[in-house]
């Protein structure tokens, strides 16, 4: 089993909150059609989920604890959007049966995953013959900064190692295609984005975010306890990050890999 690095600390849901339809699916977007019914694996505090809602006619939103489901569930109520399903569930034995959705969707899920193959074929498998599977994950390793500090390098390899202690892979991202491969898609269509951040108003967002998640949120807790690092290693990280996101010259690029699977229609003969 894989444990989900970031936690649920304020400071990681503040950057979850926004995450948008349009910033984080955009890839998938044009594929939907208004009639749809939409599965969302790992929808977190909903604000992609209920986005989608608004574009599709049905959609069941999963999560793996009621904790973790609560947060969607107000965020739609407090939208008023009363058209979505909630259910706990684990993205390796899905409950649904074969064929229930027209689309299934996943984002930043597979990085954090046992078992990012197995889950792809229970996306497939709950999907109709002729419907999409959608995934985008990011990618640790494609990220890119100025101005180069060195502390921010510190906190690249710390998460990363931390990420794969927890059983997850952080550099998913140019994973994606191999993973669609494997779990035995063939209709594949793989593309990469970016979220890049350069005024001053998203650098500080952006900056601030991981200045307090990484002084803490469970990945403080995760590499201190395991002696990756100390509480003053962890402040000197912290402090960089601020000091990035007021940098005049300061820029990030944060890369995600993306896949739309076309689910063939001999999909679950071929499966089992």
Not at 77 to 85: F, H, K, L, Q, S
Not at 168 to 175: Q, T, V, Y
Request: proline share 3%; glycine share 10%; with cysteine.
């Amino acid at each position: 089993m894989s444990k989900y690095t970031h936690g649920h600390h304020e400071t990681v849901l503040r950057s979850h909150r926004t995450r948008t339809a349009e910033n984080s699916a955009a890839y998938l977007l044009p594929q939907l059609d208004p009639d749809a019914s939409l599965l969302d694996i790992g929808a977190g505090p909903g604000t992609i989920t209920v986005d989608l809602a608004t574009r599709v006619g049905r959609v069941t939103a999963t999560e793996i604890g009621e904790a973790e489901l609560a947060l969607s569930r107000e965020l739609a109520a407090e939208r008023g959007v009363t058209d979505i399903e909630f259910g706990v569930q684990d993205v390796h034995g899905l409950t649904f049966a074969d064929g229930s959705f027209d689309v299934v969707h996943a984002h930043q899920v597979l990085q954090h995953v046992a078992d990012p193959v197995a889950a792809l074929r229970e996306m497939m498998r709950v999907t109709r013959p002729g419907g999409l599977v959608a995934a985008r994950d990011a990618d640790y390793a494609g990220f890119v900064w100025w101005p180069a500090l060195p502390e921010l390098d510190e906190w690249l390899r710390l998460y990363r190692t931390a990420a794969r202690a927890n059983g997850g892979e952080p550099d998913a991202g140019r994973r994606m295609l191999s993973w669609a491969r494997a779990a035995g898609a063939t209709d594949i269509t793989a593309t990469s984005s970016t979220w890049c951040y350069a005024t001053l108003e998203d650098r500080r967002e952006w900056g601030g975010m991981w200045a307090g998640r990484v002084v803490e949120s469970a990945l403080a807790r995760q590499l201190v306890d395991s002696g990756l690092a100390s509480a003053e290693d962890l402040r000197r990280i912290s402090g960089a990050w601020r000091e990035w996101a007021e940098a005049e010259d300061g820029w990030i690029s944060i890369m995600h890999g993306e896949i739309l699977i076309r689910v063939p229609v001999q999909w679950r003969c071929a499966a089992g």
